[in-house]
């Protein structure tokens, strides 16, 4: 098969959608984080959905493109609906900007989170590079305090973006969410609307008691066979009203 062909080929699609009370949708990023029109979907399908809509990100990536992520942060923030991060083996760099600029987490024992700097190549005179790192350091540093602070005390976040990187596992990590919780719930909502009716981040389920995966797959699969079911009735009740009784 010629690369021409190829590339006209369908990709799968990340997204898995259902529909129980409100809408859930499932985007899974098991893979690097490319640039970001490969995300365009993605993008359209959070920055779209309701109120009463969920959104869960299914985490296992060792990270990619910054820019992707700054606009992944800015879909999730905007996002009028719920927000849950799942959190698996490999979350790291641009994967874990990602997961913690939801509003919602789980965690398994095998969940792991890397922060660390982002490194840039760039060909330039030397002059243009200097200011491209000076440029770039500052857009780090208000990304990473606007994502981290809150998971990270100020002297780590000083150390992220010197460039120490910082592992967490499963254990760590729901210590520093429920530190970030509790920061987050000082803060106004985004949108500066104090009406705005999401929850504050104190109202929502303690840690411990969040929903699992094996619990959002459960209820997602019952949605989708209790549609098929309701499907099937209407077809056959349908197809009874075709039925003309032949006289005797």
């Known amino acids: 098969m010629k690369h021409e062909e190829l590339m006209l080929l369908p990709q799968k699609s990340r997204i898995t959608s259902s529909h129980s009370g409100g809408m859930t949708h499932v985007i899974q990023i098991h893979e690097d984080i490319t640039e970001p029109s490969?995300?365009?979907?993605?993008f359209a399908l959070i920055n779209g959905v309701g109120e009463q809509d969920t959104i869960v990100l299914d985490l296992c990536t060792p990270g990619g493109d910054l820019y992707t992520a700054m606009l992944f942060v800015r879909s999730l923030n905007?996002?009028?609906?719920?927000?849950?991060?799942?959190?698996?083996?490999?979350?790291a760099s641009a994967g874990s900007i990602i997961a913690l600029s939801c509003r919602e987490w789980i965690l398994d024992d095998t969940s792991s989170?890397?922060?660390h700097t982002s490194s840039y190549g760039i060909m330039a005179k030397d002059t243009d590079i200097f200011e491209?790192?000076?440029?770039?350091?500052?857009?780090?540093?208000?990304?990473?305090?606007?994502?981290?602070?809150?998971?990270?005390?100020d002297e780590e976040l000083s150390d992220v973006i010197k460039g120490t990187p910082f592992y967490f596992d499963a254990e760590h990590i729901a210590e520093r969410l429920?530190?970030?919780?509790?920061?987050?719930?000082?803060?106004?909502?985004?949108?500066?609307?104090?009406?705005?009716g999401k929850p504050p981040v104190e109202d929502q389920e303690p840690f411990d008691?969040?929903?699992?995966?094996?619990?959002?797959?459960?209820?997602a699969v019952q949605a989708g066979v209790t549609k098929a079911l309701a499907a099937r009735d209407a077809k056959e009740k349908k197809a009874q009203k075709k039925i003309v009784e032949k006289p005797e």
């Open 38 to 42: 490969n995300w365009s979907d993605e």
């Open 78 to 91: 905007s996002c009028a609906g719920h927000t849950v991060a799942i959190l698996g083996p490999e979350v």
């Open 113 to 115: 989170l890397m922060i």
């Open 132 to 153: 491209h790192a000076n440029f770039s350091r500052q857009q780090l540093k208000r990304l990473y305090e606007n994502v981290y602070r809150g998971y990270l005390s």
């Open 178 to 196: 429920d530190s970030l919780q509790e920061y987050r719930a000082g803060l106004p909502c985004p949108c500066g609307d104090e009406n705005c």
């Open 209 to 219: 008691d969040m929903p699992t995966l094996e619990s959002i797959i459960e209820a």
